[in-house]
């Protein structure tokens, strides 16, 4: 497994832009797919973004699409998500998570992802 560190998360107005950042140990970044996931207090946890090991194949939930993007630095072992254009509707906990058995694959399930950090606060206030 890989350990996972989600920081970046804040409060900020509808509008605003923040950038979060999962740094990875423990296993090289080139192992695994990533993805991004957030959760609010009584929902399931739901898909964000994702992408591939090498950064080539991404994948978005269609209520971030154009406002959002995820990309990774291998040498660095982080992941990043860009976001831009916030609602108060995407405030949640931002969860980012790791793949290991299917790197080549942004996969939108979190049942498939084996590794996740602790989450960030995302506050995006009106």
């Known amino acids: 497994q890989v350990q996972l560190v989600e920081s970046g998360g804040g409060l900020v107005q509808a509008g605003g832009s923040l950038r979060l950042s999962c740094a990875a140990s423990g296993r090289t970044s080139s192992s695994y797919a990533m993805g991004w996931f957030r959760q609010t207090p009584g929902k399931e946890r739901q898909f964000v973004a994702a992408?591939?090991?090498?950064?080539?194949?991404?994948a978005y939930a269609d209520s971030v699409k154009g406002r959002f993007t995820i990309s990774r630095d291998n040498a660095k072992n982080t992941v990043y998500l860009q976001m831009n254009s916030l609602k108060p509707e995407d405030t949640a906990v931002y969860y980012c998570a790791a793949d290991a058995l299917r790197p080549y694959l942004p996969t939108a399930s979190p049942n498939m992802y084996d590794s996740w950090g602790q989450g960030t606060q995302v506050t995006v206030s009106s």
């Open positions: 992408i591939n090991w090498s950064g080539g194949s991404t």
